[in-house]
């Protein structure tokens, strides 16, 4: 009896051992270190102990002993399987748990897509120097048009949610032989094999079909644009850096052109993708209410009595600092965009001269134009829209235009100009002496102000020939009929002179500089109150 449990439970440790070997073995295999190789000789040898072990029971007369030793036996047998099926699933799970990492690390968590780096990885191998295969691919960038508009208005859920359904489109794309990527935010990225232009162009429309698909979010049925830059490797680009650059450049070309999708074309200017980034921007930037516009007070000569306001535009940037007006409405000039937002600044400054009507000062408000706003025949009636919308005094306008904005197309300009005097309002010549300072123009176009460059004015105390010019400036004016202003006094002799010359307006940092919408109405209170006590003041040495 002794000799049959003893056999039984050194036979138990025996085949726990066994058992354990293979869970050893395969923890072996995946760590690869060089203590599970030790770890698995030593339990080879332990089942060699074992065995040899049953057989001196099978053979020899059994005692306590023997029972005791097989009783420890098979409990190590036991012991072992224990602690290597433990060791093997922790190891498992390390490894699971990295490889999720890894994935994460790797992958967009919205869309599930490969995300930048895993882009940019996939780009890098397929450009490497090791990588034999080297075919043509292109590359596609595509951003949506106007989603901040969709978060903006319906929140960031729906938002997420069409970023999500549109990742699941996109990821149909999919294939052994191409890469679909999120880049971030709403741009998405593509990689294909192709031959040529014309297949990468395929692809582009494929994308472009699958965003124009409705999409179903909550009780919303959203319709979406996008724009799709296209860059092909090797004509475009060797490295990543250049290929993803000129993708990026060309669909910005397609957003500021509302076209579905641009291929890079190197002999185009792309040095100003910056350019073409503002462009981009412009619409949400409208949207979002980051136009500002600043106030600079124009006086009239003699006491200098605040005479009224010119509106200049501001852009408030992400980061909080403002662009002046002349570092983008020339990039904003070369696009239709131009027609909105001069009709937006125009009902803001409208806006504005009807709140500072409160200051009981009869303030005029001046007002830039562009060139295609010279050219748009519906301008008059829309100026008129505003004037009735905020109760203003037509005449209390002024709108200002460059000389080579009127050359654009002159007898157009001068429709539109003569429509809006017949309003009341009042057409200024701005930056005069910088265009073509043609006198057959300022006969013929229906201004009735001219405003002295800055140019002259700002160098005209110390330059004897900018004083001169100037003066002239001033009789001409005054001897056609027009009243003259001077812009860009900056300092105190500039300003007796043009007193002296009898200039009829001025502006400039020496008076005043543009300030914010709040900052004007402090600044007209602080004027106000000045005035009042240097009248009080007259009054009593009268
Ligand atoms: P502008 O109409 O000749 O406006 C005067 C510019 O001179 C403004 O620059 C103003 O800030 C600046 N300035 C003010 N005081 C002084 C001074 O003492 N010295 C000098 N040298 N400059 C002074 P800003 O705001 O950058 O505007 C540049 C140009 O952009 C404007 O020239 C105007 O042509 C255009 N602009 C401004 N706002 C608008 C707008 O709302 N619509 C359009 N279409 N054009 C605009
Ligand atoms: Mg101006
Ligand atoms: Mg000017």
Partial sequence: MLKVISIMLVFTGLVSIVAALKPAYRTYQSVRGRDWGILLTLMAAFVFGYVSFLYMLFFSPSSLLDLGMATILCGGGIFVIVVMQLSFKSINHANAESIRQFHEARHDALTGLPNRTHFMEYVNDLLCKENLNKKHFAVLI????????????????????????????????????????????????????????????????????????????????????????????????????????????????????????????????????????????????????????????????????????????????????????????????????????????????VKKLALLSGFELD???????????????????????????????????????????????????????????SLGSNIALDDFGTGFSSLSLLREFPANVVKIDSSFVATMSVNPEDRSIVKSMVKLGHNLDRSVVAEGVEDLNSLNYLKQFGCDFMQGRLLSKPMSCSDTLSWLDAYLLKSKEELGRLNNIN
């Avoid at 549109?166 to 094999?193: C, H, Q, W, Y």
């Avoid at 303030?363 to 025949?377: H, V």
């Avoid at 002024?398 to 539109?416: G, K, N, Q, S």
């Fill in 363 to 421: 303030l005029s408000m001046n007002i830039n134009l562009s060139a295609m706003d010279l050219q748009d025949e519906t301008l008059a009636a829309y100026i008129k829209s505003c004037v009735d919308e905020y109760s203003v005094n037509p005449e209390s306008l002024c709108f200002e235009v460059t000389e080579t904005a009127i050359m654009f197309d002159l007898p157009r300009a001068i429709e539109v100009a003569a429509a809006i005097r």
């Fill in 142 to 349: 595509l951003d949506l048009d106007r989603f901040k508009e969709i978060n903006d208005t319906l929140g960031h859920a729906v938002g997420d949610e069409l970023l999500a359904q549109l990742g699941r489109r996109i990821k149909k794309l999919s294939t052994s032989n191409n890469m679909v990527s999120r880049l971030g935010g709403d741009e998405f990225a593509l990689i294909l094999p192709v031959v040529d232009e014309s297949e990468a162009v395929a692809g582009a429309e494929q994308l472009a079909d699958i965003v124009e698909q409705n999409f179903s979010i909550e009780d919303y049925v959203l319709a979406v644009d996008s724009s799709i830059g296209i860059a092909l490797y090797p004509r475009d680009g060797v490295d990543q850096g250049s290929l993803m650059k000129h993708a990026d450049v060309a669909m910005y070309l397609a957003k500021a052109k509302k076209q579905r999708y641009v291929v890079y074309d190197e002999s185009k200017d792309y040095l100003s993708s910056t350019r073409l980034k503002l462009l981009a921007r412009f619409e949400d930037a409208l949207l979002g209410e980051e136009f500002e516009l600043y106030y600079q007070p124009v006086f009239a000569s003699g006491d200098l009595p605040v005479y009224g306001f010119e509106a200049l535009l501001r852009w408030r940037q992400p980061d909080g600092s403002l662009m002046l007006a002349g570092e983008f409405i020339p990039q904003i000039e070369q696009t239709r965009f131009i027609g909105s937002l001069s009709r937006w600044v125009i009902k803001r400054a």
